[in-house]
């Protein structure tokens, strides 16, 4: 954040703007360019960082780096909480460096009450000093010995145990640049006034379109029957109104008119879906009770059907008995068969009417 800062100090930029991401999230659009790297690598293996610096187009391998966090640490001023905010903005107002902050993209820009500087520290920073206290080198070089067989060829190897030993020692080289090297934006002593260039017709047309707008509610508009009725009902109750000041000779200042709106209310998919949901619900409960009636219904008919067919058997056995009966006994039992059936009279009854 300092250094941001000092590059607005020092006029190399006007403004910086810093964003970043929530907690958890690690995509950028950055990583895309990620992926040339990749093809370059798909299509030709890199063993050494020579040959991956020669792979890639415009690259190069660092030799010295500058300690720019030492140096600008004893310019720093003690400030807590910045971790929390996503969006900070660095500019110059009045002369001024001014630093604001905001949690989220949609929110107003708030100014920090202090700046990360408190001095701008003279000179140049040194060169980084290399640290290889966390580094195994014993490892490194077991490891480059157990997969020397999977170089295309001994002078891999050989590189690697170059580059071990010497600890790849940086070195100043004197190519790296610092800031006061870099050009400066241009440093306005004074504002210039535009307000009296611009022609007034122009002026009111910017005005008009930079004036904010508030969104307002406005009742439908009603058709003409329905002015009608809200007419005969204010008559109406005026009158009722005149007539209650006759009876009682006191005079009401207060008019109630009731008057009536319509609210559209927008859904949103999700309601729609539980509106349609019920409505299917309903129907299907609908076609359930439909159809258990109708089960039913058959249900029914199908008892009396059962009951028809039972009393047809039994006229048919009536038939089929008054038959045999008539073929056993002749013409003498016609007289008895017409007065008795199959249901009515026992066999012992008929034989005794054919004895006599």
């Given at each position: 954040?300092?250094?941001?800062e000092?590059?607005?100090r020092e006029?190399?930029?006007?403004?910086?703007?810093?964003?970043?991401?929530?907690?958890?999230?690690?995509?950028?659009?950055?990583?895309?360019?990620?992926?040339?790297?990749?093809?370059?690598?798909?299509?030709?293996?890199?063993?050494?960082?020579?040959?991956?610096?020669?792979?890639?187009?415009?690259?190069e391998?660092?030799?010295?780096m500058?300690?720019?966090?030492?140096?600008?640490?004893?310019?720093?001023?003690?400030?807590?909480?910045?971790?929390?905010?996503h969006?900070?903005?660095f500019?110059?107002?009045?002369?001024?460096?001014?630093?604001?902050?905001?949690?989220?993209?949609?929110?107003?820009?708030?100014?920090?009450?202090?700046?990360y500087?408190?001095s701008v520290?003279?000179?140049?920073?040194?060169?980084l000093?290399?640290?290889?206290?966390?580094?195994?080198f014993?490892?490194?070089?077991?490891?480059?010995?157990?997969i020397?067989?999977?170089?295309?060829?001994?002078?891999?190897?050989?590189w690697?145990?170059?580059?071990?030993?010497?600890?790849?020692?940086?070195?100043?080289?004197?190519?790296?640049?610092?800031?006061?090297a870099?050009?400066?934006?241009?440093?306005?002593?004074?504002?210039?006034?535009?307000?009296?260039?611009?022609?007034?017709?122009?002026?009111?047309?910017?005005?008009?379109?930079?004036q904010?707008v508030?969104?307002?509610?406005?009742?439908?508009?009603?058709?003409?029957?329905?002015?009608?009725?809200?007419?005969?009902?204010?008559?109406?109750?005026?009158?009722?109104?005149?007539?209650?000041?006759?009876?009682?000779?006191?005079?009401?200042?207060?008019?109630?008119?009731?008057?009536?709106?319509s609210?559209?209310?927008?859904?949103?998919?999700?309601?729609?879906?539980?509106?349609?949901?019920?409505?299917?619900?309903?129907?299907?409960?609908f076609?359930?009770?439909?159809?258990?009636?109708?089960?039913?219904?058959?249900?029914?008919?199908?008892?009396?059907?059962?009951?028809?067919?039972?009393?047809?058997?039994?006229?048919?056995?009536?038939?089929?008995?008054?038959?045999?009966?008539?073929?056993h006994?002749?013409?003498l039992?016609?007289?008895?068969?017409?007065?008795t059936?199959?249901?009515?009279t026992?066999?012992?009854?008929?034989?005794?009417?054919?004895?006599?």
């Amino acid at each position: 954040m300092a250094f941001f800062e000092l590059l607005v100090r020092e006029h190399i930029f006007d403004e910086v703007h810093i964003s970043f991401l929530f907690v958890g999230h690690t995509h950028e659009d950055v990583d895309a360019g990620f992926s040339r790297i990749w093809e370059f690598l798909r299509r030709k293996d890199a063993e050494t960082l020579e040959d991956l610096t020669n792979l890639l187009p415009n690259s190069e391998l660092l030799n010295d780096m500058l300690d720019i966090k030492a140096w600008l640490e004893p310019h720093l001023n003690i400030i807590s909480k910045h971790t929390v905010q996503h969006h900070f903005k660095f500019s110059k107002v009045s002369g001024e460096t001014v630093v604001e902050y905001k949690l989220h993209q949609a929110e107003e820009w708030v100014k920090q009450d202090v700046t990360y500087l408190n001095s701008v520290p003279k000179g140049k920073p040194n060169i980084l000093k290399q640290d290889y206290s966390k580094v195994d080198f014993l490892r490194l070089q077991n490891l480059i010995n157990s997969i020397h067989f999977m170089f295309s060829d001994e002078s891999k190897k050989r590189w690697w145990d170059k580059f071990l030993k010497e600890k790849y020692s940086i070195k100043d080289t004197g190519k790296r640049i610092w800031i006061d090297a870099l050009p400066k934006q241009q440093i306005y002593v004074e504002e210039i006034d535009f307000s009296n260039v611009i022609p007034e017709p122009v002026k009111k047309m910017i005005e008009k379109e930079t004036q904010p707008v508030k969104i307002v509610s406005k009742a439908r508009r009603q058709t003409v029957h329905k002015k009608n009725m809200k007419k005969t009902t204010q008559k109406q109750q005026k009158k009722t109104l005149h007539q209650q000041k006759k009876k009682t000779g006191k005079k009401k200042t207060t008019v109630v008119i009731h008057n009536t709106k319509s609210i559209l209310i927008p859904m949103d998919r999700e309601v729609k879906r539980q509106i349609w949901l019920r409505i299917f619900m309903d129907l299907l409960e609908f076609l359930l009770a439909t159809a258990v009636m109708l089960i039913l219904t058959l249900e029914i008919l199908v008892k009396f059907l059962h009951i028809f067919a039972v009393c047809d058997i039994l006229l048919l056995l009536n038939d089929i008995w008054m038959a045999v009966l008539v073929s056993h006994l002749g013409v003498l039992s016609k007289t008895v068969i017409d007065n008795t059936s199959f249901f009515g009279t026992s066999l012992h009854n008929v034989f005794q009417c054919v004895e006599s």
